[in-house]
């Protein structure tokens, strides 16, 4: 069996800062899913576009743009093999229900994505 170690101090306090096996593969996708296209230095394809589309109108192109978003940064990852990518597009906010199959660990995840602009300028 695969052993993975990473790294996350999203929703910790103190040490240990650690994640293993398929926490690691999850925390890397939340890392590029909740990043804006762009926003990275020196890697202007990392990221997800959802956050450019928040204050677009809620139609069926905007569901279909976010859904090949989510795909695409899915697709890079060999880690990872995608099972379903339900997107709700809503006025005020972009959510999706992302499952995966997580490879190396034979283990089926599933990933809740909310977007909004509050999120997006820092506000809870």
Known sequence: MARLIGFNTIGKTKAPFTTTGAETVLRDLQ???YTKKGERVMRPNFGCIIWDLLMDP???????LAKEDIQRI?????RVS?????????DNSISAEVIIDVIPFNSV???YLT???QMEEGIS
Do not use: I
Request: charged residues 35%.
């Open 58 to 64: 809620a139609t069926s192109e905007v569901e279909k």
């Open 115 to 117: 977007y909004t602009q």
């Open 74 to 78: 899915l697709n890079r990852d060999p």
């Open 31 to 33: 890392n590029e899913l």
């Open 82 to 90: 995608e099972k379903e990518v339900k997107v709700l597009v809503l």
């Open 109 to 111: 995840e599933t990933l």
